[in-house]
């Protein structure tokens, strides 16, 4: 399609002169006229270029019109062609009707009507180009803001292709420095795990020097005073060594915690005498806590451990004296990248040495430690920071040397009332008692703690019947031989566990208790309480295995009533 044939008159006006004189007016006035012989030739013009068409209405009259109306309805939408039809006087109904008929098929149309001047006729003509030229230039834009619209389209694509290569480029940038981190990081844990290992090594040979060192000793030695002293020594290792495995578990934040309410001042204050056996006399301890101050929700145990750490640690940075001030505040609202809420900051503050930056970017690593071989593991701000984040909360120091140090512990807020304060550290333990308290089958699989617990019941007045697995346990009990209560193991050979073994036991003999130990191992320990069987952590001391038992037998009795008065 040309732009001149765009801009010409098609001329369909076939009885007698009408077309020739039509066109030749039409060419005098500078337009370009095409004659149409018939409506066929006139409909395969129009596609090639028209500006208006010419029509004679006794030219159509009669026709089929049906192509025309066709290629009328496909005109593109910037499209609407102009016709002039030059009519008769004829006002016949009839006619009348079919002219209605045309106009509405043809839609943009002006009617002349016979006699009619040259000028007239070519005035009208133009006017219909001009309409016509003005759809062209619409025609035009629509194509400009077409070919825009591709231009952007493929810019569009061609940046878009660029942004894929350059965030594939991303990409792989960053699983490279995926990968490098996960190396140092493995390089750290090795090294981490390497200090552990040492760490470890050291203590817990010095504590089964202590124990295995005090047995041979005893053997020898017949002087009661000198024998209490070996005795108490191999005590104070034990206990050491359970302190030790504890804060290896609160490092890892897997020491199983128990959070309840706890009322600050009445839980730590309630510490004063302990703390002031643990402290030297030229170190004083302050407690500042509000009466405003909120309750928290932590594990009220694992709280003192934490604050005595925190005390002994501040001891021994002040070796010509000082004052250590535990102080609580109220925090609302807090919101950074380790808390969001309301919380309760324990600061452990004392006057001592202080720390130097690059002391203070590794106070919380696993054994790490300013203090002489032998004077401390390096676990006790581990142990602190773990049990801040595994209490939901977190742990930070402040320091400077010569300015003494603060160690601030982030607690959860509790919006539940505490009870009173429960102490892990009592200072007036219960003393074991010798009874005739029942039948204990013991499961356990190390002859040497088997043959220590069964001492242990034995001095609390059990008898014990001892088998080395679940398999000889339920053997045991098919016997029926009267047994009390169960008491094995977690984690044993043979393929059931201790877990698995309480639940066989529920099965075969409902009227028999379990109470479970556990050294450590988070899944077992896990099941057994979503299962509700009672756990005794290792290792433990006479006192706690008594109350233990108790505790488990009567659980196990109030259990056993409740489901006799529902079944009633």
Known sequence: MSVARDHRVLVFAPIGRDGPASAELFRSSGLEATICESLPALLAEMPSGVGAVFLAEEGIFGQDTAALAEWIERQPPWSDLPFIILTSHREQPAVVAWRRGIVDLLRNVSLVERPVQPMTLASAVRSAMRARRRQYELRALLEARERAAQELETLVAERTQALEEANRQLRIEMDERARVEETLRQAQKIEAIGQLTGGVAHDFNNLLMVISGGLEVLDRQADPDRRRRIMQGMT????????????????????????????????????????????????HVEFDFPDS?????????????????????????????????????????????????????????????????????????????TKDIGKGSGLGLAQVHGFATQSRGTARIKSQVGHGTSVELYL???????????????????????SSNGQILLVEDDDEVAALVSEMLDQLGYEVTHAASGA??????????????????????????GVELAREIGKRRSDVPVLLTSGYSEGAVRNAEAAGIQILQKPFQIAELAAALDAARSIFRSGNASKRSSGA
Not at 237 to 260: C, D, I, M, N, V
Not at 415 to 428: E, G, M, S, V, Y
Not at 488 to 494: L, Q
């Open 236 to 283: 104070q290792a034990a206990q050491r060594g359970a302190s030790l495995t504890r804060q290896l578990l609160a490092f890892s934040r897997r020491q199983k915690l128990h959070p309840e309410p706890v009322e600050i001042a009445l839980q730590i204050g309630g510490m004063r005498e302990l703390l002031d056996r643990s402290l030297r006399g030229d170190v």
């Open 472 to 497: 000889a346990a339920l053997g045991a009990l098919a016997d029926g031989r009267p047994v009390d209560l169960v008491l094995s193991d977690i984690m044993m050979p043979g393929g059931m566990n």
């Open 412 to 434: 959860p807020r509790s919006q539940n009332r505490p009870t009173r304060a429960r102490h892990l550290i009592d200072l007036d333990k219960a003393r074991p008692k010798r």
């Open 293 to 369: 101050l909120w309750p928290i929700e932590v594990d009220p145990g694992e709280l003192e451990l934490v604050i005595l750490n925190l005390a002994v640690n501040a001891r021994d940075a002040m070796p010509s004296g000082g004052t250590i001030t535990v102080r609580g505040e109220n925090l609302s609202a807090i919101k950074d990248e380790q808390l969001d809420g309301d919380f309760v900051r324990l600061s452990v503050i004392d006057t001592g040495v202080g720390m130097s930056e690059e002391t203070l970017s590794h106070v919380f690593e696993p054994f790490f430690t």
